[in-house]
């Protein structure tokens, strides 16, 4: 079962973070949700945060575990926010099982094939050696040399844990993600399609979702409107909380 934070009472949202994430990346959003009414359920997809590892990595997989999460919990009708890879198990999850599904948010990303392009960061999340019992500030400094944007690596930093005292590690299941790196960019079945309210929200300084993907996007999600948060990029919901807050809790209500 994945782990998941649930905040408030409610219509149910789900909120499905991106690749090397976790529910914790949303916490401030749970809260601002639950007041607007939401019981809202912060997933760990597995492999990542608080939830199991497994050698199984692929969206059918994570979709299914969404589904099987929904059946434990009661949840029915449920709302989905999700960013960038989470976007795409929402994608999988709400055109397999449509009749469990009343509103879409995809956050920074579309539908499409995206190649391979994190190798920069696996090289930097390979080349820390925990076996030498590295420190916080060590993990970082080897990091540096092949992740020298500041949020990024503040972004991986989150993943550290405690495993004993002296002995950190990361949450996720990087042995698995290295083998499976081509998993994260693979497309929705051209034939799935949800026919109900979906929104596209992206970044304006992103190129996960370009003017020329709306019609092919259009095709899975046919009542898909288009949202763009000007001046940020991929971690839209990070670089302005507020605005897509707003413009998220707007397309819920």
């Not at 149910?12 to 994430?21: K, T, V």
Request: aromatic share 14%; hydrophobic share 40%; glycine share 8%.
């Amino acid at each position: 079962m994945l782990y998941s934070r649930i905040e408030g009472e409610g219509k149910p949202l789900l909120i499905i973070h991106g690749f090397l994430g976790m529910s914790d990346n949303w916490k401030s959003f749970g809260s601002l949700y639950a007041a607007e009414g939401f019981q809202t359920h912060m997933l760990d997809l597995r492999n990542h945060g608080k939830s199991f590892h497994s050698d199984d990595f692929s969206y059918d997989v994570m979709s299914q575990d969404v589904l099987e999460y929904c059946k434990a919990n009661n949840l029915d009708k449920v709302a989905i926010i999700g960013h960038s890879m989470g976007g795409k198990v929402a994608m999988l999850f709400a055109t397999t099982y449509p009749e469990m599904v009343e509103k879409l948010v995809v956050a920074d990303i579309g539908p499409k094939y995206y190649a391979p392009h994190h190798q920069d960061i696996f090289a930097g999340l390979n080349a820390v050696d925990f076996s030498t019992k590295p420190s916080r500030t060590e993990v970082e400094e080897t990091l540096f040399p092949f992740i020298p944007d500041f949020g990024t690596r503040q972004f991986l930093m989150k993943n550290l844990y405690w495993v004993e005292p002296g002995q950190l590690d990361f949450r996720f299941n990087l042995k698995v993600f290295n083998v499976n790196m081509e998993v994260i960019g693979t497309a929705l079945p051209e034939e799935n399609i949800f026919e109900k309210p979906t929104l596209f929200i992206r970044g304006g300084n992103s190129r996960y979702i370009l003017d020329t993907d709306f019609e092919s996007i259009k095709k899975h999600f046919p009542k898909a409107v288009f949202e763009t948060i000007p001046n940020v990029g991929h971690w839209l919901h990070a670089e302005n909380p507020k605005l897509f807050f707003e413009e998220t809790a707007r397309f819920l209500k």
